[in-house]
């Protein structure tokens, strides 16, 4: 019985994608290449969208979105005309897992903000300080933060959402 048990964690561990904040961090020289950019390069980066709207472009999991789920929102800029990309937001693989204390090795780099909202209950938002990135984790009693995305900000044009 013990054995089995042991596979089972075993098994278990090796299906978890283990990310360190610095990994995550990295995702901003790929996902983000498209920002300030016309939509046309997100194209080039993640392939044609599974679904699109005026606002928002999306693409399910794929070997091009490191099969994680992404969407970019699109809008205006002075320099690229409507259809710029202005956030892209990063959903993880249900496989992936990113401990908020790896966040906590270096808090000076980061702005800790928590919050509640009545769709998803309550968060904790951790943003570079730069404010370029924002690690979104949903919180709740019984488990440990978990979490939920990571949004890549446009530096040229402003963020109108508070989370």
């Known amino acids: 019985m013990k054995l089995l048990v ?5 098994f278990q561990a090796q ?48 070997s091009r979105t490191g099969y994680r789920m992404v969407t970019a929102e699109l809008g205006y800029s002075p320099t ?10 990063i959903y993880p693989h249900p496989s992936d897992v990113l401990n908020v204390t790896e966040f906590l090795h270096q808090p000076e780099m980061f702005i800790f903000e928590s919050g509640h ?16 990135m ?11 933060p978990q979490f939920q995305s990571v949004t890549i900000k446009s530096i040229k044009s402003p963020d109108a959402d508070p989370l």
């Open 15 to 62: 299906q978890q994608n283990v990310l360190t904040a610095d990994q995550v961090l990295a995702w901003r020289t790929y996902y983000g290449l498209p920002l300030d950019k016309d939509v046309s390069e997100a194209l080039k980066v993640l392939g044609e969208p599974d679904i699109k709207n005026k606002a928002t472009r999306q693409w399910n999991p794929s």
């Open 6 to 10: 042991l596979l089972l964690v075993l």
């Open 117 to 132: 909202d009545n769709k998803i209950g309550s968060l904790l938002a951790v943003e570079t300080k730069d404010r370029q």
């Open 80 to 89: 690229q005309g409507r259809n710029t990309v202005l956030r892209i937001t």
């Open 134 to 144: 924002k690690f979104l984790f949903l919180c709740a009693t019984g488990h440990d």
